[in-house]
């Protein structure tokens, strides 16, 4: 039985489904209307016994639950697929967790990992943003013009660090940015080692700086600047590290959104001028129905084309379906072996950039130090017996860092996302890009003193990503069934809106959450205006 908020005060001006970064940055461009964020919005335990530097700690006290887990869930890779730090961590699991009353994903060759947790993914982002220029936006009915002001306004909202160096042509403006972050021993000593010889690197197409993080070096607000401590891979809601939950705690807490955390969304009906959304607890029980004149999707690229296609009772029809894949690769300083690890550390060092003859638009690497991971990580990544590589692991880790190069994401027609009759995710991905320029990275690396080899270069299964978009495109013209106009109109609808990258029609190949936030800020301004007109 379907209970419903008849009347007209249960009518809100607009609903949004979903709280991760499209959703919240929606709500908050909906500033002044009467909204309601419906959510899976699984929470997190707070655990205060990670409450100071990795280290210290682990001398006072065992970690094993927090880091490991009660249930070794930190080791749950080894009979599965490799899995980023993050995913595995015990404490960040809520981020990843499928109610069991939630569609399933069918797929063989792509692994995506889904959230319905408040704040959604970004609970666990590595927190690099980039700002998508002109030539990053081909294929889009955007310009770079059209989405600065709200990268600019969300710089000041979220506090980004980050310095105007070498690649600042890649970055854009660096107005309203923190200092950077401090560097470890590692990151310092590459920077100064390009510096030194930037010529070779640039003449290699490689360009190296720091990183621009939405992790902050100086307080702000009521959030606290980094300290180093080494904790992101295990904990949650560090202050220093903005999360999408931090905003939508503040419009909650300001009476400028009504949340409601809990409810699995199953499907939406437009009738005459309203939007029904109809919603079902998690723990079970009866469908609610919530209304309003406009209803924006923000549950994560994929889900969200899921449920337009369950909408549409549509099982037929296959949509685009686009990922940014990577590949990594560890880099060695031979004169960092045996060295102590850093204790105050933060894990992303630099940026790396690749323009060159070996692809035709920028690729984009992230350097990691790896001090913060479990020694357990490395469990299998040298020739040598399991206690070899723990003792080999005590001795590299200082000496390594991990490089990660993405390549850009294009639709092709053999990538797909369906649904079938029980409303599944059916996910094929059988084209993947050639990739080989990191093989051109680490030979430049090793001319300048640090060791890898091909060998080496990890390829991940696509869907690891976790930088998704594709099936709802956003169009100059939007005429064809599952478009959306360029402020997320979905075609054929006269008030359903698509505010996540499921309406990106191709990704660039640096990280898009930045991009998704402004572009959701961006979404919800429009419908606020359109809801006043
Ligand atoms: C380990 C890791 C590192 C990353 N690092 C970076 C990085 O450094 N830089 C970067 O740009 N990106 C990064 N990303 C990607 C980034 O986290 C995502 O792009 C971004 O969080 C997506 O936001 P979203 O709002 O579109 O979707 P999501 O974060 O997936 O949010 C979806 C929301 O919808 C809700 N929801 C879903 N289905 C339903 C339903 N049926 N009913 C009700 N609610 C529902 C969920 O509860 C959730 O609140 C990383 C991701 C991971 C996992």
Redesign the pocket.
Known sequence: MVTSDFGVESVYDAIV????????FVALGLSGAKTLV?????QFRDATSLDGNLYDLRKRQSLFAETVGTRFESLAWMDGPEL?P??KSPLLRP??MRPPS?PDVVSADFVP??????????N???????RFDDADLAGFPLRAADLDPFYDEITQHIGISGREDDLARFHGSARGLQPPLELSAVGREILDRYTRRAKVFQRQGIYLGHPRLAVLTRDHGDRRACTYDNLEFFQPRLSAVFT?AFTLEDLVRRGEIEYRPG????TYRESKDIVEVF?RPLEGGEHRVFRARKLIL????L?TAR?VLHANSDIVSRLPLVETPFRYAPLLSLRRIGMPLERRSFYSQLNLFYVGPLWPEPLVGIIYAVDGLLRSDFLFNFPLSVRGCLAAAKYLLPAVTLLQLYYPGEPHPSNTLGIDAKGNLLLRYDASPAGGVETHILRVFRRLGYWSSRRFVRIPKPGAS???GGPLPMREHAERRYETNRNGLLTGTKAVYVG??AAFPRLPAK????T?MAN?LRIGRAVRADLVR
């Open positions: 489904v979903g709280s991760g970064a499209a959703g919240t419906i959510d899976a919005g699984l980023s993050k995913v981020v990843f939630a990992l889904l959230s319905y947790a408040i704040g959604g993914l970004a666990a982002w590595g927190a690099q943003v980039y999408p409810y699995l969304v199953e919603a923000c549950l994560g690229a889900n449920l976790v930088h998704y996540d990258a990280n898009l959450t930045f998704i959701a």
